[in-house]
């Protein structure tokens, strides 16, 4: 987001605006706004004028500033015209926003724009998978299973694979579990990053068992000689560390200045760990700020842009149930996708890790970033729709939930939501009374019994994909 602004273009515009919109009495200039590309500017009945920038920055004139800058026999405390009193707050704004420009206080190497222009990021390789570099954004989660158990936990990390899972974490609280990393990476074929907390020592006998890369804090491993072994292992065996912040892991000094939900606090927390990092000439860097809060893993993110080029691992921490944590990680997770922000993801939710990856997949491809898989567009139904459109979408999404062949299939209830707006659909169906029409590319194709839409619906999906 370029917040550097076209100053002399939006000045001369804002004159024109306030002149036109705000109007005086004989008290001063009552209270009005108007909007100028998305930023707001208000002047109220003090002479107080303001522009609200499009990040959090508020540049205001004051009256003693308008008062100390006039040279003419005006001064603050007498009247004067609504005219002279807004040149003088555009002649000090300027002034103001260009003070900014020439300090570079306000700058970031993003910018909003369609077509939407991804962040350049670091390459860092994760086994097979690399993260970041303009590289696809791939999809994680972390298995539930006791890692100690090596046997159920390959059974449930192969599951999460066929999902379409590309990198699995498992939790390495101990060193039992810790000795069963080599056997479980022997038998899956994705690439296993091992999660400690703590204990140095674990990490780098993960490191030894041949994990891919190894999610650590920083901060809580102890002695900076003790950050110095893992980082100086893990360079030797050409594997990156992720370093991880989220709300439970602030530290006590910056909990106390910026509180829990502060995006500050939160990048103030990853430079402190990546500073330990490069302090030890480690590059091979994988950030992830992770809340709980939407809106403050959003503006960490974005205010991290400016800081660092390494790849980030987006998630909304403890996200909650299926449902709800789905919500949050759509919102959260698509925001920052949707402005080139994001090199790897993991939804989290209190439910089986398995739905972790169908809800992942489904917010990359809602975003056009993965293509894969049946895309099912299904209109709510109305009054006017007169077969099960609903129960009929439902049946064709969970029967082709594996299929990995890109096809974007229609359900609609009516001739209202028929052909005409689901033109862009591959193949579907639009209700009638007892009947309803098959379609391919907006065009139909023939007259279908309704109780053999689904029948016929998905043998055409099936001959357009191969059945895969």
Known sequence: MKIILEIEHFINRQAILLKNRITGDKKGIAVKSVEF????????????????LIFPILIEIS?????????????YGRQYSDQHRHQLSVDILS?????????????????FKYPPVRRKSRAVRVGGVIIGGGFPISIQSMTTSDTRDAESTVDQIRRLTEAGCDIIRVAVPDDEAASKLAEIKSKISIPLV????????????????????????????????????VTRAAKDAGIPIRVGVNSGSLP?????????DNPEGFVAAALRQIEILENNDFRDIVVALKSSNVSTAFWAHILMTEKVEYPFHLGITEAGTRQTGSIKSAVGLGALLLNGIGDTIRVS?????????????????????????????????????????????????????????????????????????????????????????????????????????EEVLLDEIKKMTGGK
């Open 37 to 52: 590309g998305g930023n707001r500017c208000f002047c109220n009945c003090q002479g107080i004028l303001a522009i609200r």
């Open 63 to 75: 009256p003693q500033e308008i008062a100390s800058d006039n040279k003419s026999d005006y001064n």
């Open 95 to 111: 002034r103001k926003i260009k003070l900014l420009r020439d300090n570079a206080k306000v700058k970031s190497d993003m910018e």
């Open 194 to 229: 091992a999660d400690i907390h703590f204990k140095y020592k674990l990490a780098l006998e993960a490191i030894r068992q041949g994990v891919d890369k190894i999610r650590i804090n920083p901060g809580n491993i102890g002695d900076d000689w003790k950050v110095a072994e």
């Open 252 to 260: 006590k000094d910056i909990l106390k200045r910026f509180g829990h």
């Open 349 to 453: 939710l209190a439910a089986d890790p398995v739905e972790e990856i169908r809800v992942a997949k489904a917010i990359l491809k809602s975003l056009e970033l993965k293509k894969e898989g049946v895309d099912v567009i299904a209109c709510p139904t109305c009054g006017r729709c007169q077969i099960d459109a609903i129960r009929l979408a439902e049946a064709i999404e969970e029967k082709t939930r594996d299929f990995k062949t890109p096809l974007k299939v229609a359900v609609m209830g009516c001739v209202v939501n028929g052909p005409g707006e689901a033109a862009a659909a591959d193949v579907g169906i639009t209700g009638g009374d007892g009947v309803g029409l098959l379609f391919k590319k907006g065009k139909t194709i023939s007259k279908i019994p309704e109780d053999r839409l």
